[in-house]
Structures are given as C-alpha cells and as structure tokens.
C-alpha cells in the first residue's frame, strides 16, 4: 500500500481534540468504518522511525497493547511479521493480530510504514480471536528538521462478536489514545530509542 492508496476514502471530519483530528469513513464490504488521525510532533523524523523500531516500548505508546512479538525479520527489505494482543472488556476475547509491516518512501516525501493482515502465519490459540481483516499505514511528512506531520489510517474487523455499532462507537479510542501516548514519548527527551541502521541501506534521511 503506497502513500496516496492509504489517504483515499471520502474522510468524515469527527473531532478535533488535544491538537489531534479524527477521522472516519465508510469501507467497502464492511460495516465496520475506518479511521484517520492526525497530528504534528515536535520531534524529528528519525526519531520517530527509531520508535516504529523499538519493538519494545509499543506497550508505552499502542492503546491497549498488552502483548507484542517480532516473529519474523527480513532487514534486507524491511519487512517484519509481528503478534499484537489488545485488551477487551470482559467476556470478550482478546484480540490477536499479525500484521507485516513495510517501510516505503513516497514521491511528496512522506514515509510509510504500511500494515497488512498475516493472518495464517501462525495457528490460533483458543483463548484468543484472531483478527483476520486488518489494514493501515502511519504516514510521517517532515515539515521542517524538528516536526513530522503523523497521519495514521486504519482499518480493522474486530469480529462477528462484536456488533458494528459496538465497534464503531469505540472506533476513536484507538488512534486518539495511541497518537497521544507516542506523541508525548517521542517529544520526551529522556526517550532515545537506537538508530536502526538497516533503514540506511534503503531510504536517506536527513
């Protein structure tokens, strides 16, 4: 998924909030809608993508992460497969997603690390659903050395457990809270996740 494939869709303006703007729109073959956030860091680009690639501290920034696992790494493409397990209110299961990841650099000069289903690559567990629908992209656009302007879309089917309009009506949660938590860790100076070198074999960052 590129950069201008991620940004289409007719976006329903939601909110503003904390300097945060929220977004949704309808999705083909789905009831349940997709979202669109965004916002600008006052933190450079390079720090942000050290975040994407500090597997361990996603528990510090993705709302309610309660597990994360790297399960297969192809540094040579930047193509990783990852577990995520989010939190549900009880009795519902929590969810699990395999998603690959990818990192591309666009023509208008934006990054995006784009995110599909990997649904098969691991047999479920039976105390966990998995998700099987899941797409999105975090788009990071410089505006100067010092700010990124963060655009993050995403759509996920939670289940047939779930009714649409449960999942809707929480559809906000997920990119105000996490927008909010990575915000305030990138722009927190005590916070230096490592470089990771394998990016500069690919994509040239200033």
Partial sequence: MDVATALQGNWEFRVDHKEIKVYSSKISGSQVLGFKAESEFSAPLRKLISLFHDFGSYGRWV???????????????????????????????????????????????????TMSSAHDFLPVKPDMYRVREVWGAWILMPV???????????????GSDIPPALSNAALFEVPFYSLQKMRALVQDSSYTPPWPSVVDRHIRIT
């Fill in 144 to 158: 100067s050395s010092q700010r990124v302007h963060v655009t993050f879309v995403m759509h996920l089917d939670p």
């Fill in 63 to 113: 709302h309610q992460l309660s597990e994360m696992q790297v399960l297969h790494r192809d540094e040579a493409e930047l193509d990783y497969v990852v577990r995520q397990v989010l939190n549900t209110p009880w009795p519902i299961p929590r969810r699990e997603m395999i998603v690959r990841t990818e990192l591309h650099a666009s023509e208008e000069g934006a990054l995006a690390l």
